[in-house]
């Protein structure tokens, strides 16, 4: 049992089947008095605030009437924790690991500059046949919001999620002000989470061009936050070429998605501005050297 105080954040909106399975799959983690649970409702109608109260009474509930966003829901839980580590997951990812508190306890104690912990993930519907990993512990530039954990000193050390992203991004935008205060973000494959996505069927969704105009944008708006200002027209021309060759092969979802984000960019610019904090070029060239975001783990053959 841990001697560290952990708390669990799970945003969900309209997702009760979703829920109650991770919740299902997670309560064994109640029992432990160290741990406290948070279920951030926000503005759903399909009944996942009643269910989570009337069959997990000892889960902390907080509700939005009407949608305010995830974001809005994350700082408002990091924001209010008392717990020494903040362990946030998607209503739809779950512990694969058993026992996972003690695993990530001991690396945060014995690695003081470690400001995030991503943990290692598989995207499927299912549990992966193997859970074993050769990977080794690592500092990478950032982490995946469906299965991360906080220090919560760290969180207090940097600004919180830009809420004006709406998705997409915001791990991004923590990790840049996280490598600016000296924190790292470390990849932790010794626990193992199960993100219930099934990643090939998503460009199928109705969705897939209001994702891809919210993922160009969030990007957009990173690299002119954080990038120092001379790499900038390369990057934002490269990835404008890149999207325009898909709109070449007949995927016009794209075209529009691509025009729309433009669009949002140049609304955002007063925020950018605002909110800008640039690495240095020396920053610029440390940060570039580190492994990138470690999203999908597959089992090796």
Known sequence: MPNSSFSIHITTKNRKTDLAFTLEKIKY????????????????????????AQNFPNIQLQRNPVSKGYMYCRNK????????????????????????????QSHFENNTNCGVIALRIFWGLQEPNTTVSNEKITQVQGFVGCAHVWRTTAWRDIPSYPEWFV????????????????????????????HRVAVK???????????LRRSLRSSWYLLFLFNPIPVIPRKIAY???????????????????LILALLDLVLAIPKIVKSSNRLSQKEYAAYTKLPETKIYWQPEK
């Open 29 to 52: 983690l109640l029992k432990e008095n160290s741990v406290t649970y948070v279920v951030f409702d926000d503005g759903s109608t399909d009944g996942t605030y009643e269910y989570v």
């Open 77 to 104: 839980m990091l924001n209010e924790t008392k717990a020494d580590y903040a362990i946030s997951l998607d209503d739809d990812a779950h512990f694969v690991t058993q026992n996972p508190l003690e695993l990530i």
């Open 167 to 194: 998705f997409y991004g915001e791990e991004n935008f923590a990790s840049y002000q996280l490598f600016k205060k000296n924190w790292q973000v470390q990849y932790f494959p010794q626990v193992l989470v199960n």
């Open 201 to 211: 069927s998503r460009k199928n969704n109705t969705d897939y061009s209001t994702r």
């Open 239 to 257: 990835s404008i070429w890149m999207q325009f060759k898909k709109v070449f092969s007949g995927d016009f979802k794209t075209l529009q998605a």
